[in-house]
């Protein structure tokens, strides 16, 4: 257990709908991470926070926002599914905001039909 | 961006150690190189990580060439909860996976 919580496990919605992911980092981390993986384009890193600040960006689509509250969870909004968005989501979490390790949670496993 | 290179698969006898081997030859100063691994239906988990010293922790030892361009990540002793696809990554601002390398073990 990396002490990273995901909710919900998993998820099944409609396209065009909208989703939130949640997460919470391991007590003590800043940073929050966040990464999607399918089959086809393998772990790919989304966007983190630091702190309650935006610090990194990485392949994150217009439709997708994220934002990391005062008590530091931090929430993954998806909207205007489409069925190539079908994947597991997982958020890290690492003590500061530069290359110390990070630790993963569990995903969220969400299908679009 | 900084790339890393790993051989798609690896096999391995169980109880017999393994290397697996890394090619970075464009890290940057101030890379650090991250090892995660990921079981069948996990998140990746942390294995670990270094600068430019050899790193040894209770998981698995990290050698890291004297020129930092390639380095290998060492399991003493595999074992059937070590087949999992094992990621090379070069961490600077973010982290980028490559397609990693796929360890089966056999008993």
């Known amino acids: 257990d990396s002490g990273v919580t995901q909710t919900p496990k998993h998820l099944i919605t409609a396209t065009g709908q909208r989703v939130t992911l949640r997460c919470s980092p391991r007590?003590?981390?800043?940073?929050v991470y966040w990464y999607q993986q399918s089959l086809d384009q393998g772990l790919q890193f989304l966007i983190q926070?630091?702190?309650?600040?935006?610090?990194a960006k990485g392949n994150i689509l217009e439709r997708f926002s994220a934002q990391q509250f005062p008590d530091l969870h931090s929430e993954l909004n998806l909207s205007s599914l489409e069925l190539g968005d079908s994947a597991l989501y997982f958020c890290a979490s690492s003590v500061g905001a530069f290359r110390e390790e990070q630790y993963f949670g569990p995903g969220t496993r969400l299908t679009v039909t | 961006d900084a790339k890393t290179t790993q051989p798609n698969s690896m096999e391995s006898n169980e109880e017999e150690p393994v290397h697996l081997p890394c090619n970075h030859s464009t890290i940057s100063g101030t890379d650090y190189i991250h090892w995660y691994r990921q079981l069948p239906s996990q998140g990746p988990e942390y294995v670990i990580h270094g600068l430019t010293s050899n790193v040894n922790n209770r998981m698995a030892s990290l050698a890291i060439a004297e020129d930092r361009k390639s380095s290998t990540l060492i399991l003493h002793r595999a074992t059937l909860r070590d087949a999992a696809v094992y990621y090379c990554i070069l961490r600077d601002d973010d982290m980028r996976f490559g397609a990693g390398t796929r360890l089966t073990v056999k008993p």
């Open positions: 926070y630091y702190n309650g600040e935006e610090r």
């Open positions: 007590s003590g981390d800043l940073s």
